[in-house]
Nanobody
Framework: QVQLVESGGGLVQAGGSLRLSCAAS????????MGWYRQAPGKQRELVAT???????NYADSVKGRFTISRENAKNTVLLEMNSLKPEDTAVYYC????????????WGQGTQVTVSS
């Protein structure tokens, strides 16, 4: 089993910044991908950004140039630096981890609320 604990959400004005952190514990796979997803009210959960153990990153077009994902493999943590926040970034943000293997089961954190006021 894998447990994920997120922190760092909150309320910020448009144009502001927040940093999300997620710590993974338990049976962590040596090769894995960690990421952040978000779900706004009435919408489906969507990818924000992912990063592999080797450091390869992937971003949603809507956050490119504003958000930066990074990780500390030794601590099994992943960070999401969010700058130039917009009201449309308001959502519950979920941390995710899965092994780098076809069909691997993903594990999810409990989510942290990010609210951007206009």
């Amino acid at each position: 089993q894998v447990q994920l604990v997120e922190s760092g959400g909150g309320l910020v004005q448009a144009g502001g910044s927040l940093r999300l952190s997620c710590a993974a514990s338990g049976s962590i796979f040596s090769s894995n991908v960690m990421g952040w997803y978000r779900q706004a009210p009435g919408k489906q959960r969507e990818l924000v950004a992912t990063i592999t153990t080797g450091g390869s990153t992937n971003y949603a077009d809507s956050v490119k140039g504003r958000f930066t994902i990074s990780r500390e493999n030794a601590k099994n943590t992943v960070l999401l630096e969010m700058n130039s926040l917009k009201p449309e970034d308001t959502a519950v943000y979920y941390c995710n981890i899965r092994a780098l293997a076809r069909g691997a089961r993903p594990y999810w954190g409990q989510g942290t609320q990010v609210t951007v006021s206009s």
